[in-house]
């Protein structure tokens, strides 16, 4: 299972890719896994301010649907447009293309919350 050493990811399994004031957000292959075949991506908070472990937005799948929570706080300034028509890229590729928001951090101290590769695979038994 990937799990790509230069991000951060979240117990509620969503990974963060830090750069500079900004964080690119998205689920990892694990969730993506444990979901299956992802049909539709909803993100309703564009351009609004939200708490680390709000809901920003929810994913379905053919099993069933999961919310989003932020890892850090922050305002969402960029949905992917792309996961519109091809929700399954979340599934193809969930640490690239499937990427689903992009945040700007307006607490960068919650970054030392979030947890490492490493810590995020033993959470994952991997």
């Not at 799990?3 to 689920?27: C, F, M, Q, R, S």
């Not at 993100?43 to 069933?64: C, P, Q, R, W």
């Not at 960029?78 to 499937?98: A, I, M, R, S």
């Amino acid at each position: 299972m990937k799990i790509p050493a230069d991000l951060k990811y979240t117990k509620d399994h969503e990974w963060i890719k830090i750069e500079g004031n900004i964080a690119t957000v998205g689920i990892t292959h694990f969730a993506q896994s444990e979901l299956g075949d992802i049909v539709y991506v909803d993100v309703d908070t564009l351009n609004e301010t939200i708490e680390k472990e709000e809901v920003f937005g929810s994913v379905e799948a053919v099993k069933t649907v999961s919310d989003l929570f932020m890892p850090i706080s922050g305002e969402i300034i960029e949905f992917n447009e792309t996961l519109g028509d091809e929700p399954e890229k979340v599934n193809k590729d969930p640490y690239g293309e499937g990427w689903m928001i992009k945040i700007a951090i307006s607490n960068a101290s919650q970054i030392e919350e979030l947890l490492s590769a490493k810590e995020y695979g033993e959470l994952i038994g991997a």
